[in-house]
C-alpha cells in the first residue's frame, strides 16, 4: 500500500483513535463474564455492578451490547472542563493539563455513551469545542515563537500534536537551514 509523504511524518486520525481506545475506564456489567487473557490486554472477571477497569473498545462493545454502563472520567463533567477552559483563559503562556486522549475519549464517549453522562451531552460538547478553539488558537500563537532547536508543548494531547508535526517540522526545518546559512556566512 502507498502511503502519502505527508502521512509519513503523522500518525492518521484512524491511528490515533486506535490507541486511545486502549486506555482503560470503569464500567458497571450487567451480567458475569470469567476472566480473558487476549494478545494485548488481560480482561477481568466482570460481575454485576461491581465496577471494573477495561479498555474503551471494549466497554463500548458491552455498552453497544446493552451488556455495561460506563462510568464517565472525573474530568469529562461540565464542571471539571470549565475549570479547564477557566485555566486555558486565565493562563495564555501555557495548556491546562488534559488527558493524553482527552478528545478522542470525549467524542467516543459522547457518541456511545451520552446516556451514562451525569451532565447534559450538548453542554459537554458545547465547552469540548470551546477548549479545542482556545487550545488551537494558543497553539498558533506559540508557533510564532519557534525557534531553529526548540519548541514547547507541554500539555498538548496526542491530537493536538499530531494535527501541528507536519508543519512544526517543516517549519523548524527551514528555519534551521537560515541558520546554518547565516552561521556559515557569518565564518
Not at 45 to 60: G, N, T, Y
Request: hydrophobic fraction near 40%.
Amino acid at each position: 500500500m502507498s502511503i502519502p509523504a505527508k502521512l509519513t511524518q503523522t500518525l492518521t486520525p484512524g491511528e490515533v483513535n486506535f490507541l486511545a481506545e486502549n486506555e482503560m475506564i470503569t464500567i458497571l456489567p450487567r451480567y458475569s463474564l470469567d476472566k480473558l487473557q487476549l494478545i494485548g490486554t488481560r480482561i477481568p472477571a466482570l460481575r454485576p455492578m461491581k465496577r471494573e477497569q477495561v479498555p474503551i473498545w471494549l466497554a463500548i462493545i458491552l455498552k453497544n451490547q446493552d451488556k455495561c454502563n460506563i462510568v464517565m472520567p472525573q474530568w469529562l463533567t461540565v464542571r471539571q472542563l470549565k475549570a479547564f477552559y477557566d485555566q486555558e483563559v486565565k493562563n495564555s503562556d501555557r495548556f491546562a493539563q488534559l488527558p493524553w486522549h482527552w478528545i478522542e475519549i470525549s467524542k467516543a464517549l459522547l457518541e456511545k455513551a451520552s446516556d451514562d453522562m451525569p451532565d447534559k451531552p450538548h453542554e459537554i460538547r458545547t465547552i469540548i469545542q470551546d477548549l479545542r478553539e482556545i487550545r488551537q488558537l494558543k497553539a498558533r500563537k506559540g508557533l510564532k515563537e519557534l525557534n531553529e532547536s526548540y519548541i514547547q508543548l507541554d500539555n498538548l494531547s496526542l491530537l493536538e500534536i499530531n494535527e501541528l508535526r507536519p508543519f512544526i517540522v517543516k517549519v523548524m526545518d527551514q528555519m534551521r537551514k537560515l541558520s546554518d546559512s547565516v552561521n556559515s556566512g557569518e565564518q
